[in-house]
């Protein structure tokens, strides 16, 4: 849903959407784990909103009758990874990580390949220029399989809206990159930007715990 969406629409508008994945998990913990949605957390997940997408917005949101689709598409992504953060959960206490990964990624094959034969079957690997390997070897190895593990064990430790609030720093992550490679300049604007962002972060992880 999220690589199909974000062909269709802008990634501004992708990383929009994706940042409403908190309160999605705040959402739905309090359903599936009986989280307690204390004010603490509603406040430090709208300071983390505000300053993600201040960050985002910068370059606008745009919309087209393609974009529409691929935005929905990147939704049911965020509706979908939420949902994931609640259930796994619980999964921490009884199996290792590894397990719960080797199982996720196992039991998505038999509905993944049907979708995605027909674009595979298009690749010209032969012409494919060689930066192309080093993006794909980049998402499946850093975007997927280790960021999914990494989010596991850290849900062992704290509970999911934790886990689903860092997601706010992306954008923040992002900006600092473009300055380090002289692509931007840090300004005021950035600055708040960081400081509502890891002010929502420290607000949210105070008294996580493993609730």
Known sequence: MFFKGLSLT??????????????????????????KISNQKIAGIFLGLVGALSLILKDGFSYSSDGIL????IFINAIS??????LVKPLMFKYH???????????????????GYAEFREIDWANMPQHAYWAIF?????????????????????????VSVYIYSQPLLA????????????NLSQIASAIF???????????????
């Open 81 to 86: 990874y939420a949902i994931y953060l609640a």
């Open 175 to 186: 900006a600092l990159v473009a300055v380090i490679i002289g692509e931007e300049q840090i």
């Open 70 to 73: 691929g935005d929905f598409f």
């Open 138 to 162: 980049y998402v499946v190895i850093f975007v997927t399989f280790l960021a999914y593990l990494l989010n596991t064990l850290a849900l062992s430790k704290v509970n999911p809206s934790l």
């Open 10 to 35: 802008t990634a501004i508008n992708s990383a929009i959407l994706m940042v409403i994945t908190p309160i999605l998990v705040l959402i739905f913990s309090a359903i599936l784990l009986k989280e």
């Open 97 to 115: 990580p590894f397990t719960i990964m080797k199982y996720c990624f196992a039991l998505v094959l038999p509905f993944i390949l049907p979708l």
């Open 197 to 211: 962002i890891f002010s929502g972060v420290y607000l949210v992880s105070i008294n996580s715990g493993k609730t």
